[in-house]
């Protein structure tokens, strides 16, 4: 089965990317890039579509609610000459992006998602794909007419987060109905939701869906992609993983430097302070003493800090 790292705003920038490559996995979304930021011409926003030399097959998430934004956005990530595949969010349900009318609100509007989608295929010469879920909640299932919108619109391939927007990032996945959209789509379906094991996967292939994307699983164990095609558990360390995704951190921090020579890059200090934090105390999680490394993460603001903390866990391995 192929499996695919799911976007992860806040996560999945390239450095972890590549780390989840190395792990196995068969390709990879950046996380979301706002339409309206590329627009406005922003330089986080362009950050975030930036790229390491030796990851794999990667797609950019664009969202948006903007026909004329997202055309623009399409146009832009095809130019970097970086990716494979563009695909428009349509399942995000956090109120910034909601409120601006795009991720989960477009499952309201599947016409409004076929004339993004098509501002998107008119615009670029890759496969294009959408992103979303069930529907808004449980009462309605919409994802059939959407699938069947994307498709006259020109879309490649439908990715379903199997809950509805109600249910957030909780509760069960339906897998039930991901069936049914595999049966009905005239698109190819990719299955998302909840897996984190082999039982999990090997259910969310039953489905019969073309790929399984997986996000926070992957977070604390970028290996999982191999080990779930059966691969021996990764035998480097958690500090070793540590050492490694820093980095892909730093040559990452060195290559905004050099392309964006007038954008404020943060020091090597504070840019591995901060992509660090989110990832470090995830690889150490459930071993003792890691809610005291936890606190200590929370004030950590030099590299030379983060490398002294690696180096005490390597002597715990
Ligand atoms: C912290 C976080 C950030 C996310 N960011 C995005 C995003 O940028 N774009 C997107 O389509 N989905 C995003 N999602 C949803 C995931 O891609 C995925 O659909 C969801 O987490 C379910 O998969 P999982 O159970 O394997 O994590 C995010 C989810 C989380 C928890």
Same mark, same amino acid.
């Given at each position: ?95 910034? $992006?909601?409120?601006?009318?795009? /991720? ?5 509007? !599947?016409? #409004?998602?076929?004339? *993004?989608?098509? +501002? ?88 019969? $869906?073309?790929?399984?994307?997986? /996000? ?5 164990? !970028?290996? #999982?992609?191999?080990? *779930?095609?059966? +691969? ?86």
């Amino acid at each position: 089965m192929k499996l695919v790292l799911a976007p992860l705003a806040g996560f999945t920038d390239a450095p972890f990317r590549q780390m989840c490559f190395e792990g196995g996995a068969d390709m990879a979304y950046t996380e979301m890039v706002s339409a309206a930021g590329l627009a406005h011409g922003s330089s986080p926003t362009r950050h975030l579509m930036e790229t390491l030399p030796g990851e794999g097959k990667l797609a950019c998430q664009i969202f948006g609610s903007r026909v004329s934004d997202v055309a623009y956005a399409a146009k832009i990530a095809t130019e970097t000459g970086r990716f494979r595949e563009l695909n428009l969010n349509a399942g995000c349900p956090m109120p910034k $992006v909601t409120r601006e009318g795009a /991720g989960a609100k477009l499952i309201e509007n !599947p016409r #409004l998602i076929a004339q *993004l989608l098509k +501002a998107m295929t008119d615009n670029t010469d890759l496969p294009v794909t959408l992103k979303t879920r069930l529907g808004p909640h449980p009462g309605r299932t919409n994802v059939f007419e959407i699938a069947e919108e994307a498709a006259r619109a020109g879309a490649a391939g439908i990715i379903v987060h199997a809950r509805y927007t109600s249910q957030m990032h909780g509760g069960p996945v339906h897998l039930e109905k991901l069936s049914e959209l595999v049966r009905r789509s005239p698109l190819p379906v990719t299955g998302n939701g909840s897996v984190t094991n082999a039982a999990e996967l090997s259910a969310m292939s039953q489905c019969a $869906v073309d790929a399984v994307m997986i /996000g926070r699983a992957a977070l604390a164990k !970028p290996s #999982l992609f191999s080990e *779930l095609k059966g +691969a021996p558990p990764e035998k480097a360390s958690a500090a070793e993983m540590c050492e490694r995704h820093l980095g892909h951190i730093l040559s990452f921090r060195e290559q905004l430097a050099r392309r964006y020579p007038l954008d404020h890059v943060p020091s090597a200090d504070g840019f591995s302070s901060v992509k660090m934090h989110t990832h470090l105390f995830r690889y150490f999680n459930g071993r003792p003493g890691a809610a005291a490394l936890r606190a200590r993460l929370s004030t950590v603001r030099t590299l030379a800090e983060i490398r002294e903390i690696i180096e005490n866990e390597k002597s715990v391995d």
